[in-house]
């Protein structure tokens, strides 16, 4: 059964470090990737997405994902975190067709604290 | 252009009442699924509702159904209501049709729901 794993429940960083939040995947075909951001009160946002093609992906807010097939991964990347970075983040895979009826399997989330 | 609203916001039931909770797709899109957010973890996947029927259906038993109307808006219905269905309810919305960039799931703030 497809699954995704967040290790990482809370991660602390100080603003202006580098963050990378990780995600493994058990998928048996070619996975599509996600990454979401859930702030509250402004629902889940998604940050970026991987069908096929280039393996670093560039979303939005500065963040980028790269997929590794050989490790199953889809860590998400920033070089400098904002203290409006703060927010729970969560990797999904998309389980269907691409164009129309997928439904997204989602991780568990990380939680993510900035230092000031 | 409006994303996608979800009505109520907040409801508090008692056990075994039975809930209505509403949503409006992002404008265009026709395509409208229901996740289930309890607290601390990931989303599941309810079901999905295209052409005013249900599609596809995740591991959640038949006191979970809903509706699609022809204006694309849907409701999730909830009977028999039970402590362990105390969540965030949240309604996605997609748009049906071949895309070589893949369709993007947009997703409502939620509605929270607190069985007592």
């Known amino acids: 059964a497809q699954s995704v794993t967040q290790p990482d429940i809370h991660i602390t960083v100080s603003e202006g470090a580098s963050l990378e939040l990780r995600c493994n995947y058990s998928y048996g075909a070619t996975p599509y990737l996600f990454w979401y951001v859930q702030s509250p009160g402004q629902g889940l946002q998604l940050l970026l997405k991987?069908?096929?093609?280039d393996t670093l992906v560039q979303g939005i807010k500065g963040f980028e994902a790269e997929f590794k097939r050989s490790q199953s991964s889809f860590n998400l990347r920033k070089p400098s975190v904002h203290w409006s970075d703060a927010a729970e983040y969560f990797c999904a895979v998309g389980r269907g067709s691409l164009d129309s009826n997928y439904q997204l399997i989602w991780g568990a989330g990380t939680k993510l604290i900035i230092k000031p | 252009d409006a994303g996608v609203t979800q009505s109520p916001t907040h409801l508090i039931k008692t056990r075994g009442q039975q809930v209505t909770l509403r949503c409006s797709p992002k404008?265009?899109?026709?395509?409208v699924s229901w996740y289930q957010q309890a607290l601390g973890q990931g989303p599941q996947f309810i079901f999905q509702?295209?052409?005013?029927?249900?599609?596809q259906r995740g591991n959640f038993p038949d006191r979970f159904s809903g509706h699609q109307f022809p204006n694309y808006s849907s409701e999730l219905n909830v009977n028999a209501l039970l402590l362990g269905d105390s969540a965030l309810y949240l309604c996605?919305?997609?748009?049906?049709?071949?895309?070589?960039?893949?369709?993007?799931?947009?997703f409502g703030e939620g509605s929270w729901l607190t069985v007592v």
């Open positions: 991987y069908f096929s093609g």
């Open positions: 509702y295209y052409e005013e029927e249900e599609r």
């Open positions: 404008s265009g899109h026709d395509t």
């Open positions: 996605a919305s997609s748009l049906e049709g071949r895309s070589s960039s893949g369709n993007t799931i947009y």
